[in-house]
């Protein structure tokens, strides 16, 4: 007989005695257990010994009784022994909070056949964490049990990190390795935001308490003064590779060539090979000694792009050796692209979607939903947002808080949450219109990198959230329009966010706000006592 399935049977059985008739701590059920196998075995002896009331079928009421308490007990008890390790709870309960400390957590789902050595080996260090998907070929079950590897290597659990809910299939190749489970980001919703002549509902993954509230307040402001528009100037995504000739002169021949309107078609041509949505847009060189960086941009379809620009920028560098053999690739990636990093480029050149997004705020609308008024705000954003950005050196940073909003939405929408340093490039102007009655108020954000295809936009939450925008995905038949109007839908956001906090901090307010939403009364509670 199995004896470790015999107990894996009798520990599913005592979870379900647990958890159907006591959603209590372990030690407290223990201790019952405890209790009630020293009192039903008491009774058991009493009634045994009784002669005039022997023990036989069928037992009364009270014997049934006693037998049930007997049995349950013994049954909970021994699987104690069966599992001595056995966790009590580890996979979140969805409310994000952990169960008692001291009490260990089981595996998602339970052990079963050949969990027990393959956990074995992966602790051991003989099984690679890395290989169990393609060992296993049963993603969710390599998660599963590379989480209990981690609990009994680290004697750490992971009880807060929720197990249940995610397709670990979706994410295998795509999203993430190694998985063990999932963070849980609260989405909150801004809006409706009007752009353009549409609705929009703005989904917001955030921490920060106050932020969505003052996007919300800020669409408020927009809708009532008629709505926001947007343009899209500019649709192109970079890749720069680095690469090494023998000396200046030879990096400038090759410069030349790669630059020379004559040899375009050839190199899109071998660039395009790559993809069927991208399509080779320009090439711009610079020179650093005897290297090279070419900066190729390109359009994407409805993906961000990068995996798609790199594909296309590899076959050019391997056709460029036919002529340039001596060339030497230091790297596909020569940082002049530029990706994830503050930028001067990208704040000239664009990266991604180039977007202007403008609005005018009715007076009356600046005094009753924002509380202020238009000479404070103009006033306002010329100290902050225009000089004390000056004074601080900043790299497109011209606006008050572009970066709230841009990563709430790019992590509920399942973009590359790293792309908000440039995504979050924004310079926001403000100004008297209409004599001085009216504001208008605009943000300019030239890189603003997102896609609906790629990425994090297959899993179901963020998927869900493109729907929501009506973006999810490609329209049949025009490649790159969902793609952009989420780029405009992200400016027209910012816009929204930047009216509030502006009039949240020409009014005053801030701090405030900030005690009532971001800081709960509990907690302040708590730090002033
Ligand atoms: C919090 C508010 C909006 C209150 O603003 P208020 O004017 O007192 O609110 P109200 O109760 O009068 O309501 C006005 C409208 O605001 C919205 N609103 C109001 N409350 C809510 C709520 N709970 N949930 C959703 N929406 C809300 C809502 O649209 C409402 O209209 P209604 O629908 O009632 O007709 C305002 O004080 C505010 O915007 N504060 C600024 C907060 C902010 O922007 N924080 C961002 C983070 S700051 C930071 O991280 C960056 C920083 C500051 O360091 C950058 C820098 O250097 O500048
Ligand atoms: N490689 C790198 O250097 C970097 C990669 N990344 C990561 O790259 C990923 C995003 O790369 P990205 O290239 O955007 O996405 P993908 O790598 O997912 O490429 C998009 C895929 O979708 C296909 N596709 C189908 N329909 C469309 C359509 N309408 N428009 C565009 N493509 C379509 C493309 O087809 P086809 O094959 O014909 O092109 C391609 O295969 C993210 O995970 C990001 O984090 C981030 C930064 C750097």
């Known amino acids: 007989m199995d004896l470790r399935r015999v107990g894996g049977r009798i520990a599913a059985v005592r979870r379900a005695l647990t958890a159907a008739a006591l959603p209590l701590p372990m030690r407290i059920t223990n201790g019952l257990a405890m209790v009630s196998l020293v009192l039903s075995s008491c009774d058991l002896l009493r009634l045994c010994s009784d002669r005039e009331r022997p023990l036989r079928f069928p037992l009364g009421g009270r014997e049934f009784a006693t037998v049930v308490c007997q049995l349950a007990s013994v049954v909970y008890l021994l699987s104690l022994f069966a599992h001595p390790e056995a966790p009590a709870s580890d996979e979140g309960d969805g409310s994000g909070r952990a169960p008692a400390a001291a009490e260990p957590a089981p595996m998602p789902g339970g052990m079963e056949d050949g969990d027990e050595e393959t956990v074995a080996a992966v602790v051991s260090g003989t099984l690679p964490s890395h290989h169990l998907e393609s060992l296993l070929g049963d993603c969710r079950r390599a998660a599963r049990l590379r989480r209990e590897a981690l609990r009994r290597v680290t004697g750490r659990g992971v009880e807060g990190l ?23 980001l609260p989405v909150g919703v801004a809006g409706p935001l009007l752009l353009d002549g549409h609705e929009y509902h703005v989904p917001m993954a955030t921490t920060e308490g106050c932020l969505v509230a003052s996007v919300n307040r800020g669409c408020r402001a927009i809708a009532a003064s008629g709505g926001a528009m947007s343009v899209l100037l500019r649709d192109s995504m970079s890749r720069a590779p680095a690469v090494k000739l023998p000396s200046a002169k030879r990096a400038a021949e090759l ?68 002529d340039f053999p001596d060339m030497d690739v230091i790297s596909v990636s020569g940082n002049y692209c530029s990706d994830k990093k503050t930028a001067a480029v990208n704040w000239i050149e664009g990266r991604g979607k180039s977007v202007v997004c403008e609005a005018i705020i009715k007076g009356e609308v600046v005094h009753s939903i924002l509380k202020t008024t238009v000479e404070k705000l103009v006033e306002l954003n010329v100290i902050k947002n225009l000089a004390g950005s000056a004074i601080a050196g900043a790299l497109g940073g011209f606006n008050a808080h572009a970066s709230n909003i841009v990563t709430a939405l790019f992590i509920a929408t399942g973009q590359d949450p790293a792309q908000n340093v440039e995504s979050s490039q924004c310079i926001t102007m403000l100004e008297t219109v209409n004599d001085g009655d009216d504001l208008h108020i605009s943000v300019t954000m030239p890189s603003i990198e997102v896609g609906t295809i790629g990425g994090g936009t297959c899993l179901a939450s963020q998927a869900a959230c493109l729907n929501l925008l009506g973006v999810k995905g490609s329209i049949h038949g025009s490649p790159g329009a969902n793609a952009k109007r989420l780029a405009t839908i992200v400016a027209g956001s910012v816009l929204a966010g930047e009216l509030s ?17 971001n800081r709960s009364s509990k907690d302040a509670a708590k730090a002033a006592s």
């Open 501 to 517: 906090l502006l009039a949240a901090l020409a009014s005053g307010q801030l701090v405030k706000s900030h005690m009532k939403y």
């Open 162 to 184: 929720p197990f249940e809910g995610m397709d670990y299939q979706a994410i295998l190749g795509q999203c993430c390795e190694m998985p063990v489970g999932y963070v849980q």
């Open 255 to 322: 410069k030349e060539f790669v630059e020379a309107p004559p040899n375009f078609e050839l190199l899109a041509a071998v660039f395009n090979r790559s993809s069927r949505f991208a399509r080779l847009q320009d090439i711009h060189c610079a020179l650093a000694g005897r290297n090279l960086y070419m900066r190729f941009t390109c359009i994407t379809g409805d993906a961000m792009g990068m995996n798609m620009v790199s594909k296309g920028v590899e076959n050019i560098l391997g056709w460029l050796r036919n």
